[in-house]
């Protein structure tokens, strides 16, 4: 019989059993055991923070395995600190669990979150649980080392800069799609690749390392690629366009899309895709070829910065010809 | 007419509007705008890191002013970092609206956060905002400055030493129940001071400070005197003896308790007191009526530590005549 947390011993047996471990013996986290964590800091390096909120029901679906939340969880803070160019460092772990929670689950999750700390080489060192009468709600602030004075942000594109992304774009967003039985991929590998891409997106971490000192401006995409891709704009003051065309896609996507034009929307607004955008100034002789085989992960040039023109700054994306695609959603409103 | 967060202009007006200035120009904070905050640390310094969560009708009451809640948020972290002697320096907020949350509200909670944060000194530089369809779940994640080395932790009470408490204890336990109707103070300024200490504890930090290089332990009362003494206890392997008629009392509830006595409960195990408790070896000739003097905060000597008898460290409460007092609660439990 599974047990419920609350009638295992409570608060404290779970995070001695289940948690503890997850410091990996990182002697800040005190064990688990203290009012704080307390962190060093190596000479020459500041300390990037993030943090994410997973709501059940809103950011991941109730019947998706624990183990891929904990994963989805971690993999979207690690994505916003390699957007920074940071490297993985701590972090901390608060959650409110439901009362009727079964305890496989909080097992389940505490071993998809070593599972990724370990691929991450990232420790916990510290949170809080507590109950809700609401839906599960798990925050992670996710901490990072990063030359002093060298992180990445997105408010530095110039104009004439070149717009690249990693990997493939709306992966997530049909995976998401084929978990709600709204798409059916005509072979398993594909719906595979597609569900996995949605529950255990992969943070850019290498890339972002890479790109401190050769990208003017970064930003990871979670919202939507147009999106974020406006966010960067608009803190730049630069007027951004994509094209359509070179939007880069995975197989099983272009498949998909392929069948269905409107899909593209995926690629272009669906989010949760967890690569990264980034500008480059255009006379920057960079081999992204080369960089891209080291990394094993595609690197596609898809668009350019220019003068804002007008009273704000602008995104469009552009079909062929040079036609303007007229989009009526650019991304994730989170309300 | 209140306008609801969702029909205003969403997640990035009320970040602009209410919470951007809160980052009052700290550099680190980008503005809110960015992918994650950026620290330095001092040299010679590390950096605490301490996370707790409310959740709307477990850790506060749907009635609560927005301002105060927004004060207990900030207070209950901060006196982590006083636990460990650290002083304040940031903090990230990671906030789960419910949707039909009344954007006043949210106006009077970041002013709120703003008060409070001026008066201990202390910036916004970074979190998340999502919606819930739950009730409202605030995280906060406070981090300070310590001497490297220096932090004050729960594990190091020795056999012998003396067991001090700030403050008055049973207070904050005490308010909630005024608040709940199931007690009356008979006037409006004990009511106040009862519903105040509930509502606004007031972080020890410049106590905390001063007990580096003095106590050789120290942990603030969240769960109840004698849960939180446990803890202590137990991170220590050592007994520890309280003395019942040592617990210091505020007027108000002096008053509650001689009129019913089984509400000292409240004074040993009701929580949310905020105080600090801190372990002092017996031969540290320390004058606490000047420390005391000094802070303008009562310092007073409730108990002593033992060395450890049976295979677990306890905890006793001593009544009059060194008659053991038989508790059936010693804190609150989370689950």
């Known amino acids: 019989m599974p047990k419920r947390p609350d009638i295992y ?14 410091t990996t013996g990182n002697h800040g986290s005190l064990g688990l055991t203290d009012d704080a964590a307390v962190l060093g800091l190596p000479a020459g390096k500041e300390l990037a923070i993030t943090a994410d909120t997973l709501v059940c029901d809103v950011h991941f679906r109730r019947n998706d395995p624990a183990r891929t939340v904990a994963h989805k969880l971690l993999a979207v803070n690690l994505s916003d600190l390699a957007a920074m160019g940071a490297t993985p460092y701590a972090y901390t772990l608060a959650v409110a669990w439901p009362g ?73 967003a049909l995976g998401l799609r084929v978990l709600q039985g709204e798409l059916a991929p005509d072979n398993t590998a594909d719906r595979h690749h597609l569900i996995e891409r949605y529950q255990q997106p992969t943070p850019r971490i290498a890339l972002g390392g890479r790109l401190i000192g050769t990208a003017n401006a970064a930003i990871d995409i979670s919202d939507g690629l147009l999106a974020d891709v406006g966010h960067m704009a608009r803190a730049s003051g630069v007027d951004i366009q994509v094209n359509a065309r070179e939007l880069p896609l995975s197989e099983p996507a272009e498949k998909l899309i392929s069948g269905t034009p409107e899909l593209l929307e995926a690629a272009y607004a669906g989010g949760d895709d967890y690569e990264l955008v980034f500008a480059v100034p255009a006379d920057r002789s960079l081999n992204f070829a080369n960089l891209s085989r080291e990394l094993k992960l595609p690197i596609t040039e898809i668009g350019h910065a220019m003068k804002c023109r007008g009273d704000n700054a602008t995104v469009k994306l552009m079909g062929t010809n040079e036609v303007e695609i007229n989009v009526t959603r650019t991304g994730y409103r989170h309300f």
């Open 100 to 172: 009727d929670l079964d305890l496989e689950w909080i097992k389940d999750f505490a071993a998809g979150l070593g599972a990724a700390q370990e691929h991450w080489r990232i420790d916990l060192v510290g949170g809080d649980t507590v109950r809700t009468p609401g839906p599960m709600t798990l925050n992670l602030t996710a901490f990072g080392f990063i030359e002093t004075g060298r992180a990445l942000t997105r408010s530095s594109v110039c104009d004439g800069d070149r717009l690249f992304v990693s990997g493939s774009l709306g992966d997530a």
């Open 9 to 22: 011993g409570g608060e404290f047996d779970i995070i001695r059993d289940f948690f503890a471990p997850l």
